[in-house]
């Protein structure tokens, strides 16, 4: 038999670095939606280590041009998570009906409106 190799010392976690962009420029040059209100919602919401509020060094939020944000993570975090806040925001603003969260990349997330197909259009035909 093979000797077993043992690890030496504390395994730390390698540090991951992730990137996230929610693009709202579409809604928010409609200006239905508000781009710093929704900055200031992810963070208040979003949860370090099991605790709301704890963001610390380890995720920066900033503002990129028009109805661009930006989340730099230095820890875990999902971009289902993102996505959910961002559905959670949408209801909170009773936007949900008109908009929806549609993952254009990896990492980048877009808020588009529904496609709405005129339907009086077709019943005057009738």
Same mark, same amino acid.
């Given at each position: 038999m093979a000797?077993?190799?043992?690890?030496s010392? *504390?395994?730390k976690a390698?540090?991951?670095t *992730?990137?996230?962009?929610i693009?709202?420029s579409?809604p928010?040059?409609?200006?239905?939606? !508000?781009?710093?209100a929704?900055?200031k919602?992810l963070?208040?919401?979003i949860k370090?280590?099991?605790?709301?509020?704890n963001?610390?060094?380890?995720?920066?939020i900033s503002q990129?041009? !028009?109805g661009?944000i930006?989340i730099?993570?230095? #820890?875990?975090l999902?971009?289902?998570?993102? *996505?959910y806040l961002?559905?959670?925001?949408?209801?909170?603003?009773q936007l949900?009906d008109?908009?929806?969260?549609v993952?254009?990349s *990896?990492?980048v997330?877009e808020?588009?409106?529904?496609?709405?197909? #005129?339907d009086?259009?077709e019943?005057?035909?009738?």
């Amino acid at each position: 038999m093979a000797p077993i190799a043992k690890k030496s010392g *504390k395994g730390k976690a390698p540090k991951v670095t *992730k990137k996230f962009i929610i693009n709202a420029s579409q809604p928010a040059s409609d200006k239905i939606f !508000d781009v710093s209100a929704f900055e200031k919602f992810l963070n208040e919401k979003i949860k370090v280590e099991g605790r709301v509020g704890n963001l610390g060094e380890t995720i920066k939020i900033s503002q990129q041009g !028009d109805g661009k944000i930006e989340i730099i993570a230095h #820890n875990e975090l999902s971009g289902r998570y993102l *996505k959910y806040l961002t559905k959670k925001f949408l209801k909170k603003m009773q936007l949900r009906d008109w908009l929806r969260v549609v993952s254009t990349s *990896k990492g980048v997330y877009e808020l588009k409106f529904f496609n709405v197909v #005129n339907d009086e259009a077709e019943e005057d035909d009738e």
